[in-house]
């Protein structure tokens, strides 16, 4: 399955964003996930869905980022609100297959919060 991150752009601090994820097949029972990686700084995890909707965040995201999913579409989304500059990343959405994302990566999309 392929995965294609859309929704990214430039933002000033304290607005909202959506990002998009569209999968070329069926997400399933799939555990899937958002992940990020800022300018010299290793790739980290900012949000995770399962099959049954139980989600869990990054503490520096918590209260701020939505994860969501439509099995119908095979489609991830992340509402991200009330960004900061620190949320400056190129955001990738992967499959979660036992507690890891899957060694593969898209081509992500970038998100700049500045004023």
């Known amino acids: 399955v392929q995965l294609v991150e859309g929704g990214g752009g430039l933002v000033q601090p304290g607005e909202s964003l959506t990002l998009t994820c569209i999968a070329s097949g069926s997400i399933g029972t799939s555990d899937m996930g958002w992940y990020r990686q800022a300018p010299g700084k290793q790739r980290e995890f900012v949000a995770r869905?399962?099959?049954?909707?139980?989600?869990d965040y990054s503490e520096s995201v918590k209260g701020r980022f939505t994860i969501a999913r439509n099995d119908a579409q095979n489609t991830i989304n992340l509402n991200m609100n009330s960004l900061k500059p620190d949320d400056t990343a190129v955001y990738y959405c992967?499959?979660?297959?036992?507690?890891?994302?899957?060694?593969?990566w898209g081509q992500g999309t970038q998100v700049t919060v500045s004023s």
């Open positions: 869905i399962d099959s049954n909707l139980r989600a």
């Open positions: 992967n499959t979660i297959v036992g507690g890891q994302p899957f060694d593969s």
